[in-house]
């Protein structure tokens, strides 16, 4: 059947005294032109036609969906506005029919302003001697929708809905120029996915899915003549409270107007007018808190995912118009973590969500950036209230500790400085000086006291008098000589160090570091080598990537693909003015092939593992990773003073892992020589559990000329 009424259908209303009709018709189809023509001529003619241009073009605010990396399992939504726009041609005609019958009976005959509406509103408040009635066409009240949802000040906001003459008129005049660029099914279509429904639900497929369960296209007469009737009142028709006697009975108002219009017969309508409202409840979630309990552990990766689109100039200026294109863009947003990688990290974490000392890992894809697990052990969740004290003595009795529960950002992307990485550290000027021309080869008599005369004599010892002797990259770092990286970090510079970490993406984020890091301090940086600076395994776990990817550093990106609502994927315009997708890798060389290959090839020696081109002196610090990964693997242990953390930093060609051990709340609480074995397993174990059944792929020699 038509959505269009019956002609045999239609009513009028019974005749006033002639003389006085006449007059109000007159008025009525006088007052749109005469009202514009008052505002002021063809300048506001001309603009008025250009908004209703804009109007016809624009969309209203949209879900944005969150799914796993296969792209249909939906992990979360984030919206201010819950609704996803719908075709007309996937909704039931029910609906359509029922919201003409409710709100707008003449709306195929008119041309967005209705004379004879207006009349009968005249009439109504004439006798009610205020406002009574409106007058109000579907065109009009999309107009007065699309305003509001487009107003970008809350001048525009209370200006689209303010209750005056003057915006009754605007409205008018762009209803009648709107029906110049849109059919009545594209109107109706606007209009069923901007009208606002109650309990959050905006659009029509939001009302189906959260009142009915159920999709616009299955629903039946009485379900669409329920929803129908909520657009005049929202919370007054609403079916969902305990009294339904409101919502049946404008129900079956409505159900009524589609029988005069033919939509129904009149058996059908009072048989619809029989049923009781049966309601079925959905709840959508919304933002990182509504990931399902199954997929508990990436609710950290959602909040990631937040922090991470806040920074990307795509989105908008500044974070606010970042979030808010987030909610109301109508994005699908594919993650890049890989459930298999994840469900390894997770399994391998070597400590319990009862410890106060977090244990987390990252892992990265080399030459792309990507994540592909992040996994912590703490459950995502608002709820603090059963947490303990905190451990930090300042922190006050009042404050919980991060565990069991939490939605720190613990493991980077987020607004925490991070902890102490230790030796890790050694990488940076290692890498820098290899990248100098310096070779592997590069000999020292490392003591177990050196005083540096650069540093204005600051004298750094080793872990073991053990490490005492001739040491070169290979041994140093498989060693982690202390004192033969004071020395080499001399002759290379440590502003070369701290300038090359800052390119593999670390960031200074404690008053200390970003002092250390100046201009005027950043040469006597000394300690730099030894890891006292904060970083998170985000930023190490990806700074490692780019030594894997032959020194082709990539930002880290939590995405493999971002669409728009057409399902294009979404772009941006770099600084160069190229046009580039959002989601796809951003990559730079920052030092050579070569120097990164060397790298490399030292970094074999922490994990008890064989250099292609050197020797790692006979023992190292974490020799059982080759073991239990079971392929090439390269790598570097860190603690700090007291072990009050631990870190392991390993690779191979295809994944980088970065993991810590530490107490976020006090990082004078010290871990312990006991549990610093916990990262140097997890990376392990889950490289091996992640690359299991994948072909073995080796590393690249270096050259002779940097071998020396």
Not at 56 to 69: G, Q
Not at 165 to 170: A, E, F, H, M, V
Request: with cysteine; net charge positive.
């Amino acid at each position: 059947m038509s959505n269009r009424p019956l002609a045999a259908a239609g009513r009028t209303v019974p005749l006033l005294r002639a003389g006085l009709i006449a007059g109000i018709v007159i008025a009525a189809l006088a007052y749109p032109l005469v009202a514009v023509t008052g505002l002021g001529a063809k300048a506001t003619a001309h603009a008025t036609e250009h908004k209703s241009r804009l109007l016809a073009k624009a969309l209203p605010a949209e879900t944005s969906y969150l799914y796993a990396p296969d792209g249909k399992t939906v992990l979360t939504m984030f919206y201010e506005e819950y609704r996803q726009y719908t075709k007309l041609s996937d909704m039931s005609p029910n609906i359509q029919q029922a919201i003409v019958a409710a709100e707008d009976s003449r709306f195929y005959q008119h041309k967005g302003v209705d004379p004879k509406g207006v009349v009968r509103a005249f009439v109504a408040n004439a006798h009610a001697s205020g406002v009574s009635q409106g007058a109000s066409t579907l065109t009009m009240q999309y107009v007065r929708m699309a305003l509001r949802d487009s107003a970008t000040t809350p001048k525009e906001v209370q200006e689209a809905t303010q209750q005056t003459s003057l915006r009754k008129i605007k409205e008018m005049r762009l209803a009648l120029d709107l029906e110049k660029e849109l059919s009545k099914e594209e109107i109706i279509e606007r209009y069923l996915n901007s009208a606002y429904f109650g309990h959050r639900a905006y659009g029509i497929y939001a009302a189906s899915e959260i009142f009915f369960s159920k999709t616009p296209k299955d629903l039946t007469p009485v379900e669409a003549a329920t929803l129908a009737g909520l657009v005049k009142s929202p919370s007054q028709y609403d079916p969902a409270t305990s009294d339904q006697k409101e919502a049946t009975a404008r129900r079956n108002y409505v159900l009524d107007r589609m029988s005069q219009l033919g939509y129904l017969s009149p058996d059908a309508a009072t048989s619809a007018k029989a049923e009781p409202i049966r309601l079925k409840l959905t709840n959508p979630p919304n933002d990182c808190a509504a990931v399902p309990e199954k997929f508990n552990s990436w609710g950290f990766i959602c909040d990631y995912l937040k922090n991470w689109w806040s920074a990307q100039p795509a989105f908008g200026q500044n974070r606010l118009e970042r979030m808010d294109k987030l909610r109301r863009g109508g994005y699908r947003i594919v993650l890049s973590i890989d459930p298999k990688i994840q469900e390894a990290a997770e399994k391998n974490l070597g400590a319990g969500t009862g410890s106060p000392f977090a244990n987390g890992i990252v892992l990265s894809e080399p030459g792309t950036g990507r994540v592909k697990a992040m996994a912590v052990n703490r459950t995502y969740s608002l709820d603090l209230s059963e947490n303990p004290p905190s451990s930090n003595p300042e922190a006050g009795p009042k404050v919980k500790a991060n565990y069991p529960n939490t939605v720190a950002p613990l493991l980077g992307g987020g607004d925490l400085p991070g902890y102490q990485a230790g030796s890790t550290f050694k990488m940076f000027p290692m890498l820098a000086a290899l990248n100098e021309g310096m070779p592997l080869s590069t000999s020292f008599n490392a003591p177990h006291r050196y005083q540096s005369a650069i540093y204005d004599g600051w004298a750094p010892t080793n872990a073991s008098g053990a490490m005492t002797g001739m040491q070169t990259m290979w041994s140093g770092f498989g060693k982690s000589v202390n004192t033969y990286f004071v020395w080499l970090e001399e002759r290379v510079g440590a502003d070369k160090a701290v300038h090359l970490a800052e390119q593999l993406g670390l960031r200074w984020r404690t008053d200390v570091d970003r002092e250390q890091a100046s201009p005027s301090k950043v040469k006597k940086w000394g300690a730099f080598t030894l890891g006292v600076s904060d970083a998170t395994p985000l930023e190490m776990a990806n700074a490692y990537a780019t030594v894997a990817a032959d020194g082709r550093y990539c930002e880290a990106m939590p995405v493999q693909g971002i669409f728009n609502r057409d399902g294009t994927p979404t772009m941006y315009t770099t600084a160069s003015g190229i046009s580039r997708e959002v989601a796809k890798p951003r990559c730079r060389q920052v030092v050579t092939a070569d120097a990164a290959r060397a790298a490399t090839d030292a970094a074999r020696c922490p994990t008890g593992d064989t250099p292609a081109r050197g020797s790692c002196g006979g023992w190292s610090t974490a020799d059982s990773v080759r073991g239990t990964v079971g392929r090439p693997v390269a790598g570097k242990t860190g603690t700090t003073d007291s072990t009050r953390s631990a870190w392991f930093v390993g690779y191979t060609p295809e994944l980088a892992a970065a993991s810590f051990i530490s107490d976020p709340d006090n990082p004078f609480n010290a871990v312990g020589d006991g549990q610093s074995q916990i990262p140097v397993n997890a990376v392990a174990e889950t490289l091996r559990d992640a690359l299991k059944g994948k072909p073995t792929r080796q590393f690249t020699p270096p050259s002779d000329a940097i071998v020396g």
